[in-house]
């Protein structure tokens, strides 16, 4: 796989300056790049990379000022990081291109397969399972009755999808994961055990979604647990029954989503976030790693931190207390000790 400078630059929409057949066949990172690499320079961090590497070709922005001889043919474009984006996904998308049914695999009678899916080995399609356009299911997937992809949906190895949940179009759910296991569902009895509560409901995950690897999504009790459109996962999340996702909101990992909780547009979560129960959280807002959220969030917009969780301006102030408390506590012993010297001078004068 090889392009000219001339045939990326028309690609991006951008003016070659330098030789325009020179040809690349693999990508790089400024600083690393070798003879037919194709690298970029956004962050003026790395300038000086611009003017020794070796890369054949480098994509930079259109008003970046050159100060020094440079080797490479650069292609200049608005924005150097948005196009090398584009790039890497074309060059992702040819490298994972695949069609074609490997055997052994199993495909239910009853099931339907679109135009030009490619199925792996050890792959498995149950009853009335049905696929869309472009599907790549890699080994060892597991996709349960009933279970209906759209199209252009990438299932990588190991994936397990139970019976009846909906995946939408342009949907990428990274290996491991798990999509409609039960919710923990069980009920107290008067014997001190526990007695479960079957699920029956599904996972509904709309288009444009990205689910991280070994990620899990439980199936609703009853009705769906709902990932809307957009939204893009880390891994190692845990989203328990009967939770929404709003549209376009990102979630980093080893967060875990209690039952039933409903989450708005556009909500930034960073790592190891947990989240109680049966409460929802507005939209746009954003929460700071490890943060622990045990009531509902109504404003839109704020930024919000700490174990119990705070507007973030004030778990800032208070975090910056927290590191202050030693020198604060000598400052109290030394105003004890100087109170206890002044009443006892005030004792020997009565």
């Given amino acids: 796989m090889q392009f000219t400078a001339q045939e990326i630059g028309l690609m991006l929409n951008g003016t070659v300056e330098g030789n325009p057949e020179v040809i690349v066949n693999t990508l790089a990172k400024i600083e690393e790049a070798r003879e037919g690499a194709l690298s970029f320079l956004a962050n003026p961090k790395y300038e000086q ?36 984006s584009i ?32 199925i792996g080995a050890f792959a498995y399609l149950g009853n009335k399972a049905k696929t869309g356009n472009n599907c790549k299911i890699y080994p060892n997937c597991y996709v349960g009755d009933n279970v209906t ?59 444009d979604v990205e689910v991280g690897a070994n990620t899990t999504i439980d199936r609703a009790t009853m009705g769906s647990t709902v990932i809307h459109k957009g939204v893009k996962l880390d891994n190692l999340i845990q989203i328990a029954h009967n939770a929404e996702i709003g549209s376009h909101t990102v979630i980093a990992a080893q967060t875990g989503i209690s039952g039933s909780t409903k989450i708005g547009e556009r909500v ?12 929802t959280i507005a939209k746009g807002s954003q929460i700071q790693a490890q943060s622990g959220i045990n009531r509902s ?54």
């Fill in 149 to 207: 992809l759209g199209d252009n949906v990438t299932l990588f190895a190991g994936v397990k999808i139970y019976a009846d949940c909906v995946i939408g179009n342009n949907v990428v759910i990274h290996a491991g994961a798990v999509i409609g296991s039960d919710g923990f569902g069980f009920a107290p009895t008067s014997s001190g055990t526990y007695s479960k509560v079957s699920q029956i409901g599904n996972v509904v995950i709309e288009d």
């Fill in 87 to 118: 790039l890497l996904e074309k060059y992702n998308t040819l490298k994972l291109n695949k069609t074609g049914i490997e055997q052994p695999s199993y495909i239910d009678a009853a099931a339907s397969v679109g135009h030009n899916n490619y």
């Fill in 268 to 279: 930034i979560m960073g790592g190891q976030v947990g989240v109680a129960g049966h409460i």
């Fill in 297 to 350: 969030i109504v404003e839109e917009g704020k930024k919000w931190g700490g174990m119990i969780v705070q507007p973030y301006q004030g778990f800032l102030r208070s975090q910056l207390i927290v590191h202050q408390l030693p020198e604060l506590k000598r400052q109290i012993e030394d105003l004890e000790k100087t109170i206890a010297e002044l009443r006892n001078k005030q004792e020997i004068i009565h």
């Fill in 49 to 84: 990379f611009l003017y020794s590497t070796q890369a054949s070709v480098v994509i930079v922005n259109e008003l970046l000022t050159i100060t020094e001889p440079v080797t490479a043919t650069l292609i200049r474009v608005k924005d150097a990081y948005h196009s090398f």
